[in-house]
């Protein structure tokens, strides 16, 4: 399994030691997060890589399976990151993958995902889901901000984490903004 743009590696980490895949491989841009995610997280079946979404390491058809969840949005070129998934992807592999984005973009994104070879075996608008978990986690984010975080910045780390009243959070609630999850197949 491939997890693409893997951050600090929690979720690798989670697959390696829940699921059990004979190997999974966390990668992604930034090198501080590798050296965090290898100093972090420990499992015999669990490495990590840096390395460009849209310009993979690894051989064709290397992974039964791979991973992306919220960081697709960051990326250049969906297309781009797209293909390189399929192409890293064995025959029958899934794509298990996860992001916003503008409520505009929902069918230049699908017809993305769809003209990069990949089968879309279901889609789900998450954004219910996702707001009803911003709800619940909202007043412990703020306590933590509000200690953690100078007064001059608390407001974008607010938006960052999706505080009730921040400018994510009603783009979430008013429609702007949609989180989908995908399962493709190749």
Request: net charge neutral; aromatic share 12%.
């Amino acid at each position: 399994v491939l997890e693409i743009g893997s951050g600090r590696g929690g979720g690798a980490s989670f697959l390696a030691r829940y699921l059990g895949p004979a190997e999974m491989t966390g990668i992604d841009l930034s090198e501080t997060a590798v050296a965090f995610s290898r100093s972090t997280h420990h499992a015999p079946n669990l490495s990590f890589r840096a390395g460009d979404a849209e310009n993979l390491p690894f051989e064709d058809e290397a992974f039964d399976a791979v991973v992306n969840v919220e960081s697709s949005h960051c990326y250049p070129s969906l297309p781009a990151f797209f293909r390189e998934a399929r192409r890293v992807l064995k025959p029958g592999g899934s794509f298990l993958y996860a992001d916003l984005h503008d409520a505009a973009t929902v069918e230049a994104w699908r017809d993305a995902l769809q003209s990069s070879g990949l089968t879309i075996t279901n889609e789900c608008d998450i954004t219910p889901r996702v707001l009803a978990a911003l709800d619940r986690d909202d007043a412990r984010k703020k306590v933590l901000i509000n200690r953690l975080v100078p007064s001059m910045l608390r407001r974008s780390f607010f938006d960052f984490a999706g505080i009730r009243g921040s400018k994510m959070y009603e783009a979430f609630r008013t429609g702007s903004f949609v989180y989908f999850s995908f399962v493709a197949r190749k």
